[in-house]
């Protein structure tokens, strides 16, 4: 009892010292310990959120939280940002592109040839686009040549550069399905160096290729290419971790092969690339057109 009156002694002098009462301590401690539980709940309801959804952002987060938050644990938006910042919780962003067109370049670039082009049968228009694939050993560029009427993968090559010499294994491959006296095919790209080099455009001239390219900078000229490239991303390539680019280039066999020949495509009439390859007629196609205009909302 005798200590306790000292320690409440000195706690009143302590008071006294810096203008405050021994009630309005206590009340600060009460205070400071019911902030200390309200930003351990809200914590706990931000840890449980980043388990099923680990990149949410702020704005995101505040919503889910705050229905779930009785009024006495309220947070405002600054102090809740204030909050995760404070606690190392603010995602932050990813690069959101690895950059494959170098377009800035003194080499010829040609117009845009296929708006207002539907194909109607194979090896009337080819669409080509290089995308990336990451390992644990750093970044792989695939080049694809995909035919635009069936959809179908009649070309492609993995590098580990972005040399133009692999966009050129990727053409050589889509030649060799090519049917001896057909012509004229378009080659439609973006205007990226690998396109424009003159191993390329001469391999287009040999064969009579039409060359186009796009010409604004507008994903939607060459968006049947980057769809393509977006399937093979979303539904294999972005499910599995490679260790380097050997790995990647036999799984990149099997899931080409799996694309061309077992999945249905629903912008061919929900047929295989590789049976809408063989066909001749237009194809109830559930797409609307890639080429009528680039102002027209394009979708699969």
Partial sequence: ????????????????????????????????????????????????????????????????????????????????????????????????????????????????????????????????????????QGFCYLSLITDAYSRKIVGWSLGETLEAKHSVKALKMALRQLPKGISGVYHHSDRGVQYCSDEYVSILKKYHFQISMTENGDPLENALAERVNGILKDEWLNQMIFKDYDEIHKALKKIITTYNEDRPHSSVAYLTPQAAHYQSIPLDRKWKNYYKTRNQECIE
């Fill in 1 to 136: 009892m005798l200590r306790e009156a000292e320690a409440h002694s000195d706690m009143s002098t302590l008071c006294e010292l810096f203008g405050k009462s021994r009630q309005a301590y206590y009340q600060r401690i009460k205070y400071n310990y019911k902030e200390v539980v309200k930003e351990e709940i809200i914590l706990q309801m931000i840890i449980k959120e980043r388990k099923k959804m680990p990149r949410i952002g702020g704005r995101k987060l505040m919503l889910k939280i705050q229905p779930q938050l009785p009024e006495e644990l309220f947070m405002g938006r600054d102090s809740f940002f204030a909050f995760l910042r404070e606690n190392g919780l603010l995602v932050r962003k990813r690069k959101k592109y690895v950059y494959t067109t170098m377009s800035k370049h003194w080499l010829r670039k040609y117009p845009n040839l296929i708006q207002g082009i539907e194909p109607t049968q194979a090896h009337q228009v080819w669409v080509s686009d290089i995308t990336y694939i990451s390992s644990s």
